[in-house]
């Protein structure tokens, strides 16, 4: 009698460069209100939670896959453009991965260009990423970046 084991579920590297690559195509293809969600979908778990800080445009809780949608938005309300630079996976074995990330984006207001990192823990679990939280060095250069102020 045999029996038919449960495929294991992807690690967190290969779900996040999975994510990364699934997020370019999906900006290329025109991004938020051009492009559909469907291409990031499948590596986030449908109960997933984006914790952004409150001091940014889009900052706050974000849910499920409409509320990673509407971030989604929300960002491409804020920058003209958002160019992910030089990415440094720190730990990706456990359920918790931490990426160190450079980007460069301008934005939309007031036109603006900043380069800034991002150090994000996400959790996987599944093989889906079920919460992100993103940090910022400086929250408060780019709402002035994004606002003019």
Not at 4 to 19: H, I, K
Not at 29 to 58: C, E, I, K, T
Request: glycine share 10%; proline share 6%; no cysteine.
């Amino acid at each position: 009698m045999t029996t038919e084991r449960e495929p294991a579920a992807p690690d967190p590297l290969t779900v996040l460069t999975g994510m990364y690559e699934a997020e370019s195509r999906y900006l290329a293809a025109g991004g938020p209100g051009r492009a559909s969600f469907d291409l990031l979908a499948p590596y986030f778990a449908p109960d997933v939670v984006l914790h952004q800080a409150q001091a940014l445009p889009y900052g706050g809780t974000w849910r499920g896959h409409d509320g990673m949608a509407r971030f989604f938005l929300a960002m491409s309300e804020t920058w003209e453009s958002f160019e992910i630079g030089e990415q440094e996976f720190l730990a990706t074995t456990a359920g918790t991965a931490v990426v160190h990330t450079q980007v460069r984006a301008r934005a939309r207001a007031t036109g603006r260009e900043l380069a800034f990192p991002i150090l994000q823990t996400i959790t996987v679990r599944g093989g889906r990423i079920t919460e992100v939280r993103p940090f910022y060095w400086d929250t408060a250069a780019i709402a002035a970046a994004t606002t003019g102020s």
